[in-house]
């Protein structure tokens, strides 16, 4: 972070306060505003592009250099819940998320506004998608315009700096007091390096923003009393947002008088609307955020042949400033809007509808305006797509009026003999029932007695997935998946949560699976596929599966990485709780690892990722691993296992019953341990070493519970392969630094707790009430 | 303060970096662009391409440059480089890496094979190309090819001073990894010098390729619906043997006890097994090969094989693996 540049050549821009440069991205400049603010709490969950944001936080953290507090939510909801909390004890809040994550949280954003807590959340513009996209569109965006919060806009790092510390300032301003949306474009901002200047102190950024409003009503008041958040129906409710609807319009007003005094200190204003050569143009383009940058450098060309060109860009939409953009088209002959989302059904994208109300409200009927929904899904603006925008105004403004008001640009038929022609024919249903593996309840008992054959046997088992899936080299996922997937007869219909095994296999159009897999986000796989089950019961009773001549016999497997069981552990309860024939198999990587390595609660006590730092404040994850097969096994379901591919006849065991019990009693939950080599900072070729080592030191007991009975498959202290945890974790990159001194209480407190939690089990194996 | 040779109609001066995840394009880019902002007084920026690819998949960084008073606001991807640099030269083979170069652009190429075999193998029509073996190097420094790439560069860039690099290597890797910061000066200053260039005039009537965007080969008239896979298994037709670093397992059939490890370990099926009678006539499964296509070089089945079947070797420029591949045999719908 904050890498200073030398600034002898450069020229500064004037302020009454003292500035330097740095080369930073947007993330990193939203991350260096806040840590100048110095909030008191963010609440975040990963979610590109913006988890940066937090990361770089917790980096600033571990070294010390600002006191907010951190909290690692449960899901997007779950980090609106903190920061809405949070905001009402009177602190700094602030949040980042993009896309879904934001449509996650969307139901609490009216919740807050409503109840008037400021803070702010920098939404980094992500497309919302059903084919999952990551990247930069403003379709996430537009799903914030009804919300009841400002919402600024920064076309580049410069601006996502210096909008932040205007945001907590607008917020918290007595006439607006309503939480703040910063939107600057994923990818495009977020990720770009560019030379920066920021303010030098941050006492300078803290003087400026001043001390958190003391003259509101908070929760933290014993002597005050307030209740927050009543039960208000009509007469009163709509007089709640009348008031709301006031404070909005307030801060347009609040907005240009913080954005003056910034500009006295640091020589850079921003006006409501970004004019870029606006004052004699005839022709414009109007555009939110980094592509708007693009049409100003085909603006200067257009310029010199003659043409007068101009770009609006608003650095605020909401409120949407209608009275400057009505007065900034006052005189230009047409104007083409680009909207980088579409509303679906409503002729336009919602600048482009929200401009002509503008237009219409002050009877402007002779300015042309000319609608193209572009860049969807982060694609890129070019400088001659730019111009082709300016050539549609052109030609509106000669005709007098606009040929296709509304259209896609960028969009392409392709060509039919490129259409995707089918590869490879389905597996055949006699290879996938090889006949080798047969579970057989005990006629007295009930214990269910499983055979397998040798591994060599199964080679001849078709592979459920293909070849020229994109994992890392080395990637546990795939073998541990296949492994499990060796030990079931028949058909599977998969269903992949969100995460490093969906999008290396999905990625279009190519697809590595070879029988029918559906995707859904990660919070609501396990209540997806439960859908499907039950469709699949009732089409089949109905008869309709016979009619069709379709095969009626499927396992069905929700796959699963641990963040997955992080945000989804709610419907994976209620799926458990309902008890539906199907099988949740997690792999557990130890963290976050298809957004780049962030905490998830089933990382180990200690262990580094990017966004629990090692440094002078901070050894890594401050708490400890989440027990996720406990908490499955307290819902009752029929069968909970433990598995990893270093004890391949185990894990091949327990497939084979989790298939008996998915499809004749109901919900299998299975946890297994895969290696992550790019994370764990480990050698590729130790992928089965480290999880072997996992189990021998206890921290990853191999385990079964069946029918509420605890069975320890394989106990290494019996086989006198118990190893120290520091053995395990020496093989690690991300652990090494518990085996210094310094860590060592640590790691002490690490051992016992997995002593304490393998001991529990090996108490259960011996009691079957426990 | 630099003097930038040539710039575009924007005045930028451009580089693009040509890579695969892991090999560390994506750094190298910002500490190319942060030195030159940074170190060299310019003004930049740098950004690499992302997609959800992960680690062995293609990825690129773009680097621009201009005088320090330039605004930037071009966020776009650099599709008429100055200089392109690829760190792996297996990335011909699926990527067209030389898209929209100059006539006098510089091509530098992590590489064992000489200057007219990869002139031949990027059809270009002239400029300089400039080999260095950046994943040698690496191997031989215990360090990451993108070091010895960068020294290369900047032998290239003759406009950014190649001492502030060194300091920014040094700034990178003193306060975690200080044991890695010789071996990383070392082999920057291995990869500047060891640089080899040789320059091709195009050709006597023969016009440089104008540039045309790639468009995209499947659109909204013959995409399924809801974007949909209609195509079970088609990654098959995916190459990745660009993904290995340098390291490949070889196949020793001989002391093979057919056991299935292998099979288990690797994360990209690449065992293939055949169905053949054993000594008693009864069928059983051996193991035939490696179909080197899938495989991404990470030797799990080299320390999964509980004998000396497989081991891990270098993979140099003598075409082993293509020689050695044994294909997987699928069951295409074309067959029938």
């Keep these: 972070m904050s890498i200073e540049i030398n600034q002898e050549n450069l020229k500064t821009e004037m302020g009454t306060v003292e500035q330097s440069f740095v080369f930073e991205s947007g993330n990193e400049m939203a991350a260096y505003a806040a840590h100048q603010i110095n909030y008191h709490v963010m609440g975040y969950f990963p979610i590109s592009p913006s988890t940066e944001v937090a990361q770089f936080l917790d980096g600033m953290k571990s070294r010390g250099e600002h006191d907010i507090v951190l909290i690692p939510a449960d899901g997007e909801h779950g980090s609106a819940g903190i920061c809405y909390g949070a905001s009402t004890g009177g602190g700094r809040v602030f949040n980042a998320t993009s896309a879904n994550g934001f449509l996650y949280m969307l139901e609490q954003l009216p919740v807050q506004s409503g109840t008037r807590f400021p803070m702010v959340l920098n939404l980094v513009n992500r497309s919302v998608s059903g084919p999952l996209n990551i990247h930069g569109d403003h379709s996430d965006l537009y799903f914030g315009l009804n919300t009841g919060w400002p919402i600024l806009m920064a076309r580049d790092p410069q601006i996502v700096y210096d909008m932040n510390i205007i945001a907590i300032k607008l917020a918290e301003d007595p006439e607006v007091r309503l939480p703040v949306i910063v939107s600057f474009d994923g990818y495009f901002t977020s990720h770009q390096k560019r030379r920066v200047q920021v303010i030098k102190n941050r006492s300078d950024v803290q003087k400026f923003i001043g001390e958190p409003p003391r003259n509101f009503p908070h929760a933290l008041d014993r002597e005050n009393p307030v209740t927050i958040g009543p039960y208000m129906n009509e007469p009163d409710y709509i007089n709640n947002c009348y008031q709301q609807s006031e404070a909005m319009y307030n801060a347009e007003a609040v907005f240009e008088r913080i954005s003056k005094e910034y500009a006295e200190l640091t020589g850079r204003e921003y006006p409501i609307l970004d004019l870029y050569r606006m004052d004699d143009a005839e022709v414009a383009v109007f555009m939110l955020n980094s592509a708007a940058e693009v049409c100003k450098d085909v603006v200067d060309r257009l310029r010199s042949q003659g043409i007068k060109a101009g770009v609006i860009s608003p650095n605020m939409i909401r409120p949407f400033p209608q009275k400057q953009i009505a007065e900034a088209l006052k005189n230009v002959k047409a104007v083409t809007v680009g909207d980088r989302a579409d509303s679906y059904g409503a002729h336009g994208g919602n600048m482009a509808l929200e401009l002509r109300a503008a237009l219409q409200t002050v009877g402007n009927a002779h300015t042309k305006v000319i609608n193209r929904i572009y860049g969807l899904g982060g694609k890129d603006f070019y400088a001659d797509d730019a111009e082709h925008f300016f050539q549609l105004a052109i030609e509106a403004a000669d005709k007098g009026f606009a040929e296709k008001p509304f259209d896609y640009f960028g969009h392409n038929p392709g060509k039919p003999e490129f259409a995707p022609k089918r590869v490879l024919n389905p597996m055949k249903k006699e290879d996938l029932n090889t006949g080798l593996i047969t579970v057989t309840p005990d006629e007295k008992t009930g214990e269910l007695k499983v055979k397998i054959p040798p591994l060599r046997s199964l080679t001849k088992k078709p592979k459920r997935l293909a070849s020229g899936h994109g994992a890392c080299p080395g990637c546990g996922i795939f073998s541990g998946l296949e492994l499990f997937f060796k030990g079931i007869e028949g058909d599977i219909v998969a269903l992949f949560h969100t995460g490093c095994a969906m999008v290396v296999t999905t990625g279009f159009p190519y697809s590595s699976h070879k029988a029918t897999y559906i995707h859904n986000l990660f919070q609501n796989g396990s209540a997806t596929l439960s859908g499907l089950v039950e469709m699949f019961h009732e089409r089949k009773r109905r008869g309709e599966l016979a009619e069709l001549g379709l095969s009626d016999d499927f396992t069905f497997v929700m796959v699963t990485g641990d963040g997955g069981m992080d945000i989804g552990m709610g419907p994976a309860i209620g799926t458990a709780l309902r008890n539906h024939k199907m099988i949740i198999l997690e792999y557990d990587n130890e963290g976050y690892m298809n957004t780049g390595s962030q905490l998830s609660y089933s990382t180990p006590m200690g262990h580094m990722t990017s966004t629990s730092n090692i440094g002078g404040f901070q050894n890594g994850k401050p708490f400890h691993h989440k027990d996720t097969a406990q908490i499955m096994a307290a819902t009752h379901i029929p069968y909970v296992f433990t598995g990893t591919e270093a004890f391949d006849r185990d894990l091949l065991k327990k497939a084979a019953k989790a298939q008996w019990y998915a499809n004749n009693e109901g919900l299998v939950y299975g946890k297994i341990l895969i290696t992550c080599p790019l994370n764990w900072k480990s050698k590729d070729e130790l992928g089965q070493t480290i999880v072997e080592a996992a189990v021998n030191s206890c921290f990853f007991p191999l385990y079964e519970v069946e029918h509420g009975v605890t069975t320890v498959t394989y106990n290494p202290e019996e086989k006198n392969k118990r190893l120290a945890v520091s053995e395990w974790l020496k093989l690690m990159g991300k652990t090494k630094h518990l085996l210094n001194e310094n860590s060592k209480d640590m790691l002490e407190m690490f051992d016992k707790e997995v002593d304490r939690r393998w001991n529990m089990l090996k108490a259960k194996h011996e009691s079957p009430y426990l | ?336």
């Design chain 2, 1 to 336: 303060m630099s003097k930038l040779p040539k710039t575009n109609e924007l005045g930028f001066f451009e580089i693009r970096l040509e890579s695969i995840g892991g090999l560390g394009a994506n750094l190298a880019g910002k500490m190319l662009s942060e030195d030159g902002v940074v170190g060299n007084g310019l003004n930049g920026v740098g950004f690499s391409s992302y997609g959800s690819e992960k680690k062995g998949s293609p990825v690129k960084a773009h680097i621009r440059f201009c005088e320090p008073e330039t605004n930037i606001r071009d966020t776009t991807p650099i599709e008429r480089p100055h200089v392109v640099g690829i760190f792996h030269d297996a990335l011909f083979k699926t990527i067209d890496c030389t898209s929209g170069i100059y006539p006098d652009s510089t091509i530098l190429v992590n590489s064992q094979k000489s200057p007219d075999e990869l002139k031949n193998l990027m059809k270009i029509a002239g400029g300089t190309i400039a080999i260095i073996d950046a994943t040698g190097i690496a191997l031989e420094e215990q360090t990451k090819a993108n070091t010895a790439m960068l020294g290369a560069l900047y032998r290239i860039l003759d406009f950014l001073d190649p001492e502030s690099m060194k300091e920014t290597i040094r700034r990178t890797f003193e306060k975690k990894y200080p044991h890695l910061v010789d071996p990383n000066i070392r082999t920057f200053d291995r990869g500047f010098n060891e640089v080899e260039f040789k320059t091709y005039l195009p050709e006597d009537g023969v016009e440089p390729k104008p540039f045309s965007r790639p468009e995209p080969v499947l659109g909204y008239e013959t995409q399924a619906l809801g974007g949909m896979i209609t195509n079970p298994g088609n990654s098959i037709l995916k190459d990745l043997s660009i993904s290995r670093a340098g390291m490949l397992p070889h196949f020793h059939e001989e002391k093979c006890i057919n056991c299935a490890a292998c099979d288990t370990a690797c994360p990209d099926f690449c065992f293939v097994w055949e169905e053949k009678p054993d000594k008693k006539g009864r069928p059983q499964m051996f193991l035939s090969g490696i179909d080197y296509q899938y495989c991404k070089g990470c030797l799990k089945c080299v320390t999964a094989c509980p004998v000396e079947a497989l081991s891990g070797e270098r993979e140099y420029n003598d075409g082993y693996a293509d020689k050695n591949r044994v294909p997987h045999l699928f069951d295409l719908v074309t067959q029938n």
